[in-house]
């Protein structure tokens, strides 16, 4: 999202960086490989405004920070609560989007019942 640069590692990632592969000569290029979405994500927090918020998040966290992907990713799924997902505060871009249509629609009826009224005033 625009107020969240996240990152996420797999299982199989976070076992690799917790048993230290990374530190390794012979692993240089998994070293990298744990760099590159760290130097992109710099790059896009350095070029948005407001700051967006950084997280780097595991698959299976304890801490809840996958909560906040999956949420942002997939709300729809956990806008029930059920199944032991998480509950979002977020919207699926598909309630949004009716939503928006509706307003769009009711403002463009309004806007033609005003401008009925105003040139039937102008005939009187």
Known sequence: TFFHV?????????????????????????????????????????????????????????????????????????QDGLNGEEFSEDVSLKVFMTHLIRLAVQSTSQSQSKSQQYSQTIKK
Not at 54 to 76: H, M, T, W, Y
């Open 6 to 78: 996240i990152i996420w590692h797999g299982e199989t990632i976070n076992k690799w960086y917790e048993s230290g592969y990374q530190d390794q000569p012979e692993y240089a290029n998994f070293k990298e490989l744990l760099q590159a979405p760290v130097d992109d994500a710099e790059t896009i927090i350095n070029e948005r405004y407001p700051i967006p918020k950084f997280i780097i998040c595991v698959q299976g966290d304890s801490l809840g920070q996958e909560r906040l992907l999956k949420n942002k990713v997939i709300p729809a799924s956990s």
